[in-house]
């Protein structure tokens, strides 16, 4: 599939995203926004809001549950590790900021990611991050080139 106009859509309230090719839905996932709420203070561990591009993208072709520590693959995550760590797998979509008020996104490393803590999704439970299953990660990763534009609101 090849997308003309790809655009993501975060909802916090429905916690889901969503891709649109222009005006047309072409999927939805659940996902998973900040536990912490939202912002765009450093180090607080929130969700920012407003509007974004796709900055960068990481792990073409890693393997599902592929660990990533500063983008880069450190090992694979397995369901009989540890889940209390809230690890960045799979695929890593690097969001920036385009408003002054989330102009510090891309430095506070806010990403759209695979997780080990798949059973969250669908509720706030990042660390401001968005976080999708491992497969659905993969799925958009797939369809979307650096510089997508991506909204997350209320």
């Known amino acids: 599939m090849n997308l003309q106009q790809p655009r993501i859509e975060v909802s916090i309230g429905t916690q889901t995203l969503r891709l649109f090719d222009g005006i047309r839905l072409v999927r939805e996932w ?3 926004t900040s536990k912490f709420g939202l912002g765009t203070v450093e180090g ?10 796709v900055q ?9 549950g592929t660990i990533f520590k500063s983008r880069q693959p450190v090992g694979l995550w397995t369901p009989s590790m540890d889940t209390a760590s809230d690890f960045v797998l799979t695929r890593v979509l690097w969001l920036r900021g385009t408003q002054p008020h ?3 996104t891309y430095s ?15 509720r706030p439970a990042s ?5 999708l299953h491992n497969r659905a990660v ?8 650096v510089g997508t534009p991506v909204w997350i609101g209320e």
């Open 56 to 64: 960068e993208k990481h792990g073409e072709g890693a393997p599902s």
């Open 127 to 131: 660390h401001g991050c968005v976080r």
């Open 30 to 32: 659940p996902c998973s």
């Open 44 to 53: 607080s561990n929130k969700t920012p809001l407003g509007s974004f591009i």
């Open 102 to 104: 989330n102009a510090n």
């Open 108 to 122: 506070r490393y806010i990403y759209i990611h695979g997780t080990n803590d798949e059973k969250s999704i669908g």
């Open 138 to 145: 993969i799925e958009l990763y797939d369809l979307v080139p």
